[in-house]
């Protein structure tokens, strides 16, 4: 397989173990062969910022449909049936999972319910989310606040369960929902029974979903959901499967990404003053500040594609049906965009930081943006 070098190998399965230490061994893998064939994973390892960059452009013959590497860890469709059928039936409507023409049908339908007014509406309700958090965290008992669980978690948690129109009744619950899903449909090797463990996760937000689902087709109301349920393009709408889909990639997402934004964020910014300072006294480039602040602290890692046919990507022979890992955390760290990559310079131009992507689903892969600008 064009004579990968084995001392080059990286283990995604003891990825959980070794933490941000495997950050030096991308780096040595994208310095000597940023396409790299791993027989650990059986699969293609993306590493330098160029090829990532054009693995998510759309141009090659890569597909989105990511299911096919859940057959891949579960290759008997009896054990399928048997401990995953819902998931086999719902993921693959989630729109990070599909191709145009789908990806883009879904796209302008969800477009219609992350609408502006929505984002308004929630605008004071997070305002006094935040000011409840760090009033509850300034009277700590002993000065110490639990970061991760007590202001990271709750915020965006409570935020998104707000947007969508949900009880805040489901909040312990979210944190769970969050680890399996990940864990099942994002993790290295995930096992029997954490697939099990995650069929059930999403089993349960269905079943919450859509009794939502059906009061907002009788009883209309303001919320995310409700335009949701009732987006429409020409003569189109969502059917059951994709409006759940949506739901259940919208409150992970919007709830999981941004809360290990905020913690991975702040542990980096205590070892960065100059860049505390700078966020401090340039308001006006918090946007920049937070895409540079991601870039280090390694918030994204990567996303898989598979060949639909035979190619040649500089020089290297991909196969139909082989998997693509575009390690989005590599690229990121690549010196040739990125002088002194792991310094954060909150000055430093965001136009080429791969956190969230360019190309089809830049949108819907963790930054669900409102199109009214």
């Known amino acids: 397989m064009d004579g990968s070098q084995p001392g080059l190998?990286?283990?995604?399965?003891?990825?959980?173990?070794?933490?941000?230490?495997?950050?030096?061994?991308?780096?040595a893998l994208r310095e000597a062969e940023p396409i790299y064939w791993s027989e650990k994973q059986g699969a293609w390892i993306v590493s330098g910022h160029t090829e990532v960059f054009e693995g998510f452009l759309g141009h090659l013959p890569l597909s989105s449909h990511r299911q096919d590497i859940i057959k891949a860890f579960m290759p008997d469709p009896a054990d399928r049936d048997r401990y995953i059928p819902y998931l086999m039936q719902v993921f693959p409507q989630w729109v990070t999972n599909t191709d145009p023409p789908?990806?883009?049908?879904?796209?302008?339908?969800?477009?219609?319910?992350?609408?502006?007014?929505?984002?308004?509406?929630?605008?004071?309700?997070?305002?006094?989310?935040?000011?409840?958090?760090?009033?509850?965290?300034?009277?700590?008992?002993?000065?110490?606040?639990?970061?991760?669980?007590?202001?990271a978690r709750q915020l965006p948690a409570r935020t998104i369960l707000r947007l969508m129109g949900l009880?805040?009744?489901?909040?312990?619950?979210?944190k769970d929902w969050s680890y399996y899903l990940n864990a099942g449909l994002g993790g290295a090797y995930p096992s029997i029974e954490t697939f099990i463990a995650t069929e059930k996760a999403l089993v349960d937000m269905r079943d919450i979903f859509l009794v939502e689902i059906e009061k907002r087709r009788a009883n209309p109301t303001d919320d995310f959901l409700s335009y949701l349920v009732h987006a429409r393009e020409e003569d189109d709408t969502l059917t059951e499967d994709e409006l759940v889909g949506i739901c259940h990639l919208t409150l992970i997402a919007g709830h999981d990404s941004t809360a290990n934004s905020m913690a991975l964020g702040?542990?980096?910014?205590?070892?960065?003053?100059?860049?505390?300072?700078?966020?401090?006294?340039?308001?006006?480039?918090?946007?920049?500040?937070?895409?540079?602040?991601?870039?280090?602290?390694?918030?994204?890692?990567?996303?898989?594609?598979?060949?639909?046919?035979?190619f040649t990507w500089h020089g290297r022979d991909i196969r139909r049906g082989q998997f693509i890992y575009l390690m989005i955390v590599s690229a990121n760290r690549d010196p040739d965009v990125f002088p002194n990559p792991t310094r954060m310079d909150m000055q430093r131009p965001q136009d080429m930081n791969?956190?969230?992507?360019?190309?089809?689903?830049?949108?819907?892969?963790?930054?669900?943006?409102?199109?009214?600008?």
Do not use: C, W
């Open 9 to 27: 190998d990286v283990d995604f399965s003891r990825a959980e173990e070794l933490g941000n230490l495997l950050l030096p061994q991308l780096d």
């Open 102 to 151: 789908e990806q883009i049908r879904l796209r302008k339908l969800m477009m219609k319910a992350f609408s502006k007014k929505v984002a308004e509406d929630n605008r004071e309700f997070a305002k006094e989310i935040i000011k409840d958090i760090l009033d509850r965290a300034a009277t700590a008992p002993g000065g110490e606040v639990e970061f991760m669980e007590e202001i």
């Open 167 to 174: 009880s805040q009744e489901y909040l312990p619950r979210l």
């Open 266 to 310: 702040v542990a980096s910014l205590a070892r960065e003053p100059e860049a505390r300072e700078y966020m401090r006294t340039h308001p006006d480039q918090i946007v920049s500040s937070v895409m540079e602040m991601m870039r280090v602290s390694a918030m994204s890692t990567s996303m898989a594609r598979i060949a639909t046919e035979d």
């Open 354 to 373: 791969m956190t969230f992507a360019p190309g089809l689903h830049h949108d819907a892969a963790g930054v669900l943006r409102s199109e009214e600008r």
